[in-house]
């Protein structure tokens, strides 16, 4: 099992441009997750899914979409890139609807640069 | 406002000290998680615990959820250089599928 794999690495837009991160998974896990890690603040939850064709909005959620068409890919959309999107970005995936004693499983990150 | 407080942000202690690492809430939750995350990796799970009270422990690192289930605390004994990265407590938030975090405590533990 490769686990939680994110595209790409590393990218670099400009103001206005739009993209989208990548993620998938390969353990037929249910939930996926979309987090930003920036300095002193930890992981912020931006989207999250609880199946194919089922999401929801976390704490930062603006500027920002996501759709979930097959249980393995959950792609985090950037409409409109803004300076204030430069972060780190996680994705993340667990078996199940998030119960009590569940393991979330990280990617690896796609670190963000937008000027 | 960070619903998760961790403390400290930044610690850098010798080999062989002890330490803890707190996380302080004014909410309740179903869950807490304490991750450890390497330079350009994602966080990877150490512990959960769930029950109000419980004590966990893995190796030389303990782990406690306080009961009323707001608050966390993960202390390590004898430090080693190998302890050092990023540690990052979550918050499974009652009744909601949404995982929150801590902002970190960074710690480094010199030879």
């Known amino acids: 099992n490769a686990g939680v794999t994110q595209t790409p690495k590393f990218q670099v837009l400009k103001t206005g441009q739009s993209m989208t991160l990548q993620c998938a998974q390969d353990?037929?896990?249910?939930?996926m997750s979309w987090y930003r890690q920036d300095p002193g603040m930890g992981l912020r939850l931006i989207h999250y899914?609880?199946?194919?064709?089922?999401?929801d909005q976390g704490e930062v959620p603006n500027g920002y979409n996501v759709s979930r068409s097959t249980t393995e890919d959950f792609p985090l959309r950037l409409l409109s890139a803004a300076p204030s999107q430069t972060s780190v970005y996680f994705c993340?995936?667990?078996?199940?609807?998030?119960?009590?004693?569940?393991?979330?499983?990280f990617g690896p990150g796609t670190r963000l640069t937008v000027l | 406002t960070q619903l998760l407080e961790q403390s400290p942000q930044f610690l850098s202690i010798q080999e062989g000290e002890n330490l803890t690492v707190y996380c302080n809430s004014s909410s309740v939750f179903s869950s807490l998680q304490w991750y450890r995350q390497e330079p350009g990796e994602g966080p990877v799970l150490l512990v959960t615990v769930v029950t109000g009270g419980e004590v966990k422990k893995l190796k030389r690192l303990t782990f406690q959820f306080g009961d009323a289930r707001k608050d966390s605390s993960l202390h390590i004994t004898a430090a080693q250089p190998g302890d050092t990265g990023l540690y990052l407590c979550?918050?499974?938030?009652?009744?909601?599928?949404?995982?929150?975090f801590g902002q970190g405590t960074r710690l480094t533990i010199n030879p």
């Open positions: 993340a995936s667990s078996y199940s609807r998030l119960r009590r004693a569940d393991t979330q499983y």
């Open positions: 979550a918050g499974l938030i009652q009744g909601a599928q949404k995982l929150v």
């Open positions: 899914s609880v199946g194919a064709g089922i999401t």
């Open positions: 353990m037929n896990h249910e939930y």
